[in-house]
């Protein structure tokens, strides 16, 4: 009796023990914006024409004005890293693409969900004045970009109707999917080449392992090419990548500029390097071709001996 008690007890933690380790932390964290960033206080001085735009925008859908005592809590924006070609370093170690990052420009992405509206707000740096498009631009707007050079600024809102949109729980289920509990550090960045949108970059203590989507990345290949993208464990799972993979297949693709699609997030994966499968049937051709000299050679020879 004793011994079949023992036998439940431990098949009772074993139940329990499963259920624990094999479950993902609910919560992630991700860098938002606080009150100790040196530019707080320049990005909540936006408020007021961020709430104009909006109002604006309701307005001429026919949608009632924000209320007055509305109030934008700044601390739930992300922070996104920028125009950082990542996918050339030589290395996927965590440090150094940390670093890359680091020396690259970022963005806040503020995303507000009212209603039955997303709008997703992004305040970039003003950057200096483009000299080719100078002659396109009036005096006014010459000065408009010039007086926000370095300055923070509402870059862009986008509205998007009828969908509730939060990077942390996107994070969390993907990671959820596939039983994923490794990471050290999660960063998020954008303007990647041939992936403009924003991913997540899932990082374990020495490198960059992972890569999520944030939004729809189309991905064109057979089902054996898409698979092995993919890490063992997100095999019937959409959305989550090996990094060093994507990486690979990225930089196998032309230029942006000669095979973009509208979405600004899609890669192509490639059979065996053209480049390898041609030289290694031109070394095919060429043992041939020289095996058969060396028997006509031989057949020659034999034939001459025959003679004497």
Not at 25 to 37: G, V
Not at 110 to 136: A, D, H, M, R, W
Not at 237 to 256: E, F, T
Request: proline share 2%; with cysteine.
């Amino acid at each position: 009796m004793k011994r079949i008690a023992t036998m439940l007890c431990m098949l009772v933690l074993l139940m329990f023990s499963s259920s624990v380790f094999g479950s993902i932390n609910q919560s992630i964290e991700i860098k938002k914006l606080d009150e100790a960033d040196k530019e707080y206080s320049e990005i909540i001085g936006l408020d007021e024409e961020i709430k104009q735009i909006i109002n604006s925008i309701r307005k001429g859908s026919n949608v009632s004005e924000l209320r007055d005592d509305y109030k934008i809590d700044y601390t739930k924006a992300n922070k996104i890293y920028v125009d950082t070609d990542i996918f050339s370093l030589e290395t996927s170690k965590s440090r150094d693409v940390k670093r890359a990052l680091g020396e690259g420009g970022y963005m806040w992405l503020l995303i507000l969900n009212i209603e039955n509206t997303t709008y997703q707000i992004n305040i970039s740096k003003g950057l200096p004045l483009n000299e080719s498009v100078k002659g396109f631009l009036t005096d006014e707007e010459i000065d408009s970009i010039k007086a926000e050079e370095g300055k923070w600024i509402i870059a862009a809102i986008e509205i998007l109707e009828g969908e509730n949109i939060n990077y942390e729980d996107t994070i969390v289920n993907a990671l959820k999917d596939i039983n994923y509990e490794a990471y050290e550090e999660i960063v998020l960045c954008g303007g990647l080449k041939h992936i403009y949108q924003p991913v997540a970059l899932i990082m374990n203590n020495k490198e960059v392992e992972l890569l999520i989507p944030l939004y729809d990345l189309e991905i064109e290949g057979t089902k054996e090419q898409i698979s092995s993208i993919k890490p063992t464990a997100a095999q019937d799972v959409d959305g989550v990548y090996l990094y060093s993979r994507i990486k690979d297949a990225v930089n196998q693709m032309k230029g942006p500029d000669e095979d973009s699609v509208g979405s600004g997030a899609y890669v192509k994966l490639y059979s065996k390097d053209n480049g390898v499968e041609f030289e290694y049937s031109i070394v095919i051709i060429m043992v041939l071709f020289i095996g058969s000299i060396s028997i006509i050679y031989y057949r020659r020879k034999k034939n001459n001996l025959h003679r004497f």
